[in-house]
């Protein structure tokens, strides 16, 4: 079935461990972005892509990097864990930067560090 | 910066129930506004998505409005079921990125 696929559903780190959210889709999507989501905020955008090799920064990109090699893939990569990382993250991809045909979401990835 | 806000932030209604969840907007510069059904644990799922251009758009028993100008945009819910018992969030696309609200907890009782 098209949509994005997140790896892995749930983790548990220890500070200062580091360790990548892989992200994949299959729809030919130009955009993809990063998200978490922290009780009462709402989701944040923490990168995003408009391309293979173009990458920049939303509003909570500290402590995480990413590249995009291919169309299908984003991953994201937690340099050295903090508690403050523990969060719900979720990947999202788009035919186009301004979301003419809406977002898709994959399912998320629990990250509890400890 | 744009702040989306969604009231009431929780909801409790009887099955069969008509009701409207609200999203307000700061910035009216959007390209589309989108809303989403989130169930515990669980990811997103998108229920609709309004171009900027357009005052609504409706799938069964969904129906979303959009009032661009003043920042607003409802979400009806015709005869409402235990299944719809969700988190609704909605969104608003700048262009490069959604700003989400912080949701609506809808919990409707048999």
């Known amino acids: 079935n098209a949509g994005v696929t997140q790896t892995p559903k749930f983790q548990v780190l220890k500070t200062g461990q580091s360790m990548t959210l892989q992200c994949a889709q299959d729809m030919n999507h130009e955009y993809m972005s990063w998200y978490r989501q922290d009780p009462g905020m709402g989701l944040r955008l923490i990168h995003y892509s408009v391309g293979a090799g173009i990458t920049d920064q939303g509003e909570v990109p500290n402590g995480y990097n990413v590249s995009r090699s291919t169309t299908e893939d984003f991953p994201l990569r937690l340099l050295s864990a903090a508690p403050s990382q523990t969060s719900v993250y979720f990947c999202?991809?788009?035919?186009?930067?301004?979301?003419?045909?809406?977002?898709?979401f994959g399912s998320g990835t629990r990250l509890t560090v400890v | 910066k744009q702040e989306v806000t969604q009231i009431p932030a929780a909801l409790s209604v009887p099955e069969g129930e008509n009701l409207v969840l609200n999203c307000s907007f700061t910035?009216?510069?959007?390209?589309?506004l989108q809303w989403f059904r989130q169930d515990p644990g669980k990811g997103l799922t998108s229920l609709l998505l309004i171009q900027s251009s357009q005052r609504e758009q409706t799938s069964g028993r969904l129906n979303a409005s959009l009032d661009k100008s003043s920042g607003r945009s409802t979400l009806y819910i015709a005869a409402s079921q235990p299944g719809d018992s969700a988190t609704y969030l909605c969104a608003v696309n700048t262009g490069n990125q959604f700003y989400f609200g912080t949701g609506t907890s809808l919990t409707v009782i048999p």
């Open positions: 910035d009216s510069a959007i390209y589309n």
């Open positions: 999202a991809s788009s035919y186009d930067r301004w979301g003419a045909y809406g977002y898709t």
